[in-house]
């Protein structure tokens, strides 16, 4: 059995820059933002290192990685359950708003527009 290394300090910084960036209400430079993400991507990209207490810490490094490995093993650090909830949710606001009926507003809109 092969002992897995603990990410590199780097590595860690990446991730928290990668999760500044994605959480930045300011705009973010495009190229800053895929040389972060690409560097980052090729330490994921490394089988010998374990992972998982990075990307328990960090959703933007989980999210990379999860995109780095889908042909694998899919969507597989996305919790279903919350998955589910959303689309559910969804769901039934669009079906909610299928039942409403419509205003006077919407109604002349909607007769103009025809």
């Given at each position: 059995?092969?002992?897995?290394?603990?990410?590199?300090?780097?590595a860690?910084?990446?991730?928290?820059?990668?999760?500044?960036?994605?959480?930045?209400?300011?705009?973010?430079?495009?190229?800053q933002?895929?040389?972060?993400?690409?560097?980052?991507?090729?330490?994921?990209?490394?089988?010998d290192?374990?992972?998982?207490?990075?990307?328990?810490q960090?959703?933007?490094?989980?999210?990379?990685?999860?995109?780095?490995?889908?042909?694998?093993?899919?969507?597989?650090?996305?919790?279903?359950?919350?998955?589910?909830?959303?689309e559910?949710?969804?769901?039934?606001?669009?079906?909610?708003?299928?039942?409403?009926?419509?205003?006077?507003?919407?109604?002349?809109?909607?007769?103009?527009?025809?």
């Amino acid at each position: 059995m092969k002992t897995l290394q603990a990410p590199t300090r780097s590595a860690a910084v990446l991730a928290q820059l990668l999760e500044r960036l994605d959480a930045s209400k300011q705009p973010v430079d495009a190229h800053q933002y895929r040389t972060v993400a690409a560097r980052l991507a090729d330490m994921l990209a490394d089988a010998d290192t374990d992972w998982q207490p990075l990307l328990q810490q960090s959703p933007a490094a989980a999210a990379l990685y999860e995109n780095l490995h889908y042909a694998d093993a899919g969507l597989c650090r996305s919790p279903l359950d919350a998955a589910m909830r959303a689309e559910m949710s969804a769901r039934d606001a669009i079906e909610a708003a299928r039942r409403r009926p419509a205003s006077p507003d919407t109604a002349a809109d909607a007769a103009s527009a025809g």
